[in-house]
């Protein structure tokens, strides 16, 4: 119904309905990332990255314990999805996309540790 709408709004300003829906299904097929999202997820990995080093030096110090592996895998994510988002491909934003849910979810999952 409202494509209908549309092309009868593209055909009055003389542009070619079916070209807009070939470049709006051309966007829909491709994942963008924009530079915010990657250079938030930089700042906050390299934040995150600072933060558990600290952490990991000062229970190895102190006395071995059970977080330490939590740290230890939360790290491991955040170093792959910091030098994924430096790449452009499909399956490289599918892996940071992928990367951030799961080192959200570890670090909520794992609040009492």
């Given at each position: ?93 599918i892996i940071v996309a992928a990367g951030v849910v799961v080192f959200i979810g570890i670090n909520f999952m794992t609040q009492r540790m």
């Amino acid at each position: 119904m409202l494509d209908f709408f549309r092309d009868i709004y593209a055909e009055m300003n003389g542009l070619d309905p079916q070209k807009m829906r070939e470049e709006k299904l051309s966007r829909k097929k491709n994942l963008t990332m924009s530079r915010a999202v990657k250079t938030t997820i930089r700042i906050v990995g390299i934040l995150y990255l600072l933060i558990a080093s600290v952490n990991i030096i000062s229970m190895v110090t102190n006395g071995f314990n059970l977080a330490i592996f939590k740290y230890i895998i939360a790290v491991i994510i955040d170093v792959v999805v910091l030098i994924f988002t430096f790449f452009e491909s499909k399956q490289s934003k599918i892996i940071v996309a992928a990367g951030v849910v799961v080192f959200i979810g570890i670090n909520f999952m794992t609040q009492r540790m």
